[in-house]
């Protein structure tokens, strides 16, 4: 076989039965990812975040949780410097992000290598339990708020769980978004806080892959093929997030913690039971 051949075969195989595998999944799995992928972009454009909550699940049942972490490690890169570029004023707005970004990057270095370790189900069932109880606050006392003040203080310690959530399970949101949530931001600051807190995060987090040798060329290259469906329908969730009502939007966004929270607390329990 000529080295060009082999080198197509790498991309896309025919099995005997005339079935096309695209990087080893077939055109239906390929559909169902950028599918998705899609979904998870509008979320995301509307409220800053929702790839990986959406993707992830879907990814990590077909190619494990290492592979799926290091798949959507671009798309989230790419489309979080999108939201933070476009809301960039809110950063005079939230002075308790540097120090809990830069206590989160500790963090995720100490959760990659977790990574390789930890039994993801236990520490998926607490966070979902951890998530739904933030849930339950917010409904049966409404009017709960965390001052700028005591978030400030509490920025460092929540920023390195968050980071190290992170690092050992490729989702910071079950512990750094309820916290910023629970300020009761504007949308703009809300979107951009919770967008800065996974950009840099996930900065860390590939170079911690690499490092760890858990991140290789191909994932770079899936990588930019996810790129395309996000690309495509982010923009319909950021024209989305700008013409719902601010009560709407928080809906929303209890919404979708409450998905996160639930699918988080299933798969523990799946896998544990």
């Given at each position: 076989?000529?080295?060009?051949?082999a080198?197509?075969?790498?991309?896309?195989?025919?099995?005997?039965?005339?079935?096309?595998l695209?990087?080893?999944?077939?055109?239906?799995?390929?559909?169902l990812?950028?599918?998705?992928?899609?979904?998870?972009?509008?979320?995301?454009?509307?409220?800053g975040?929702?790839?990986?909550?959406?993707a992830?699940?879907?990814?990590?049942?077909?190619?494990?949780?290492?592979?799926?972490?290091?798949?959507?490690?671009?798309?989230?890169?790419?489309?979080?410097?999108?939201?933070?570029?476009?809301?960039?004023?809110?950063?005079?707005?939230?002075p308790?992000?540097?120090p809990?970004?830069?206590?989160?990057?500790?963090?995720?270095?100490?959760?990659?290598?977790?990574?390789?370790?930890?039994?993801?189900?236990?520490?998926?069932?607490?966070?979902?339990?951890?998530?739904?109880?933030?849930?339950?606050?917010?409904?049966?006392?409404?009017?709960?708020?965390?001052?700028?003040?005591?978030?400030?203080?509490?920025?460092?310690?929540?920023?390195?769980?968050?980071?190290?959530?992170?690092?050992?399970?490729g989702?910071?949101?079950?512990?750094?978004v309820?916290?910023?949530?629970?300020?009761?931001?504007?949308?703009?600051?809300?979107?951009f806080?919770?967008?800065?807190?996974?950009?840099?995060?996930?900065?860390?987090?590939?170079?911690?892959?690499?490092?760890?040798?858990?991140?290789?060329?191909?994932?770079?290259?899936e990588?930019?093929l996810?790129?395309?469906?996000?690309?495509?329908?982010?923009p319909v969730?950021?024209?989305?997030?700008?013409?719902?009502?601010?009560?709407?939007?928080?809906?929303?966004?209890?919404?979708?913690?409450?998905?996160?929270?639930?699918?988080?607390?299933?798969?523990?329990?799946?896998?544990?039971?």
């Amino acid at each position: 076989m000529a080295n060009g051949d082999a080198w197509i075969c790498k991309l896309c195989r025919v099995k005997i039965q005339g079935e096309i595998l695209v990087y080893g999944m077939s055109i239906q799995l390929l559909m169902l990812v950028s599918f998705a992928l899609g979904v998870g972009a509008v979320v995301k454009g509307a409220t800053g975040l929702g790839l990986p909550i959406v993707a992830m699940p879907v990814l990590a049942s077909f190619l494990g949780v290492p592979h799926a972490i290091a798949i959507l490690a671009l798309p989230i890169i790419v489309t979080n410097i999108w939201q933070v570029w476009q809301l960039r004023e809110s950063r005079h707005r939230t002075p308790f992000l540097g120090p809990m970004l830069l206590l989160g990057a500790v963090g995720i270095v100490a959760g990659t290598f977790l990574l390789k370790i930890l039994p993801s189900s236990w520490s998926s069932l607490f966070l979902g339990l951890m998530l739904a109880g933030y849930i339950a606050l917010r409904l049966f006392s409404p009017s709960f708020v965390l001052s700028m003040d005591r978030g400030r203080r509490l920025a460092k310690p929540v920023g390195f769980v968050a980071g190290t959530v992170q690092g050992a399970t490729g989702l910071s949101s079950p512990v750094g978004v309820p916290f910023i949530h629970a300020m009761r931001l504007s949308r703009d600051d809300l979107v951009f806080s919770v967008s800065a807190m996974f950009l840099a995060f996930s900065l860390v987090q590939l170079f911690s892959l690499i490092f760890a040798g858990l991140y290789e060329m191909r994932f770079f290259v899936e990588g930019l093929l996810a790129l395309i469906p996000v690309t495509l329908m982010m923009p319909v969730g950021n024209w989305l997030g700008r013409v719902i009502s601010p009560s709407a939007f928080d809906k929303l966004f209890i919404a979708i913690l409450a998905l996160i929270a639930a699918n988080l607390i299933y798969s523990a329990l799946s896998a544990i039971l």
